[in-house]
């Protein structure tokens, strides 16, 4: 391979030692602001340090709507050209060490050799996601009308082999979970049979628990809608929660932020799960209207502190079984994709970090006393401190950039890119 551009260590120290001295000068002060507030800065900056979300390997190409894509300068070509992004936006914020797959999009063809080359980077591999929401070149049977619930036995076992072979390529990568989205649903009231489409669902999706490794989990990702406008089968948590507990221990729901309709208490649904023991983990994304795959925290930050406060108050109450998968899963339509996809790490870290400084004891005594504003109160707290110093120390200490925007973009890493991968002409999809 020829060379790449890479950011070197040396270039983000260099633009570390400008932004040092105030950064210093800040943390101190939010460290003595904390100190009257009884708390030591120094535990959070090791919970920031140690906070990770896994980054999608769909995300740093440029994505699009159904109407066009517009293709960004410089986009990876391929699964290796991606995990050189991803790493890239690892060495910067150190808080996105592991990638997602998605297959076929970034089937490898040697999966040894792939893991090699991750590892080389400093990056492992998480959940793997099937796709049964599109054909494929040379595949013989269509999902046109659906994939894991399709009428045609023939098309349901098509769906099934591509999910086992998912897990078969993540066993090889050090994977240990795989998550299945279908978009299966109908457009047409009368088009699908409601109870019929389910149960199908359920023997589809027992063939494929059957093929988990031991170890593995498997996710269970709802959406409302789209691309069926109708009717969607596993359209709910509800509905992932009883196919969860109906197929066993190891399925569990995942929960896409943008999969909800709009103004839904998704924090109430984390709870809930949390409670019952089955959530997976998150596709982090933030929205407006719908499925919009905009970046985490860039339109309802509060709703994100919200969701990581039911986490973190699980975390530090020691509920049995907890570990929720971390992802990211947004489509960047207008933006580099890897300033988005960092900056959206840092607004989680910023999230988790929050959520920890929420005096619980203060919060369940309101709660206790009936004081709603008082609940507030302990909530807004601790979401209104600023607590990027602490971010950014943590970041800095773990050798990433202090301010990993500036640093990417003084590195002109995205330029080198446009030189090292020309476009390839013609006309792609819209969505990622
Ligand atoms: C579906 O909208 C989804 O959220 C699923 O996670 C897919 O795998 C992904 O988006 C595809 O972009
Ligand atoms: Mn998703």
Not at 121 to 132: C, E, Q
Not at 415 to 420: G, Q, V
Request: aromatic share 10%.
């Amino acid at each position: 391979m020829a060379e790449h551009f890479n950011i070197i260590q040396e270039f983000i120290e260099k633009e570390n030692r400008k932004a040092q001295g105030w950064l210093n000068e800040d943390y101190d002060h939010l460290g003595r602001q904390f100190r009257r507030r009884g708390i030591e800065i120094e535990s959070l900056t090791a919970l920031a340090q140690k906070f990770q979300v896994a980054v999608p390997s769909w995300g740093v190409g440029t994505g699009g709507t159904r109407f066009a894509r517009f293709p960004g300068q410089g986009e990876p070509r391929d699964i290796y050209e991606k995990l050189e992004d991803c790493s890239t936006i690892n060495q910067l914020v150190r808080s996105t060490s592991a990638v997602s797959l998605h297959i076929p999009w970034d089937k490898p063809e040697d999966p040894s050799c792939l893991k090699e080359f991750a590892g080389s980077r400093g990056l492992h591999f998480d959940a793997m996601n099937s796709n049964t929401f599109q054909d494929q070149t040379g595949q013989s049977l269509s999902y046109k009308f659906g994939s894991l619930t399709h009428p045609d036995r023939s098309v349901r076992e098509q769906a099934i082999a591509h999910n086992v072979e998912c897990i078969e390529i993540g066993r090889t990568l050090g994977s240990k979970a795989h998550t299945v989205w279908i978009g299966d649903g109908g457009n047409f009231p009368g088009q699908h049979h409601f109870r019929r489409a389910l149960e199908r669902y359920l023997e589809s999706m027992g063939e494929i628990y059957e093929a988990l490794p031991d170890d593995w989990r498997v996710f269970i990702e709802h959406k409302l809608y789209e691309p069926a406008f109708y009717s969607t089968v596993i359209n709910d948590w509800g509905i992932s929660y009883y196919c969860a507990s109906q197929l066993g221990p190891k399925a569990q729901c995942l929960v896409d932020l943008g999969h909800h309709a709009p103004n839904v208490n998704i924090e109430m649904i984390v709870a809930r799960l949390i409670q019952f023991g089955k959530l997976a983990g998150f596709h982090f994304n933030d929205s407006k209207y719908g499925d919009d795959d905009l970046d985490a925290g860039s339109i309802k930050p509060f709703q994100l502190f919200l969701i990581f406060n039911e986490l973190v108050d699980a975390e530090v109450e020691g509920v049995a079984d907890f570990s929720p998968a971390y992802m990211l899963d947004q489509s960047h339509n207008v933006t580099d994709p890897i300033e988005s996809l960092m900056l959206s790490a840092v607004e989680l870290t910023r999230s988790y970090v929050q959520a920890h400084l929420v005096d619980r004891n203060a919060l369940r005594e309101a709660q206790e006393k009936c004081d709603a504003i008082g609940a507030l109160a302990a909530l807004k707290q601790a979401y209104t401190t600023d607590v990027a110093p602490i971010i950014a120390m943590a970041r800095g200490r773990a050798n990433g950039a202090i301010d990993p925007l500036a640093a990417y973009r003084a590195s002109g890493y995205r330029n080198h890119k446009a030189k090292e991968r020309p476009a390839s002409v013609g006309i792609s999809a819209g969505i990622v």
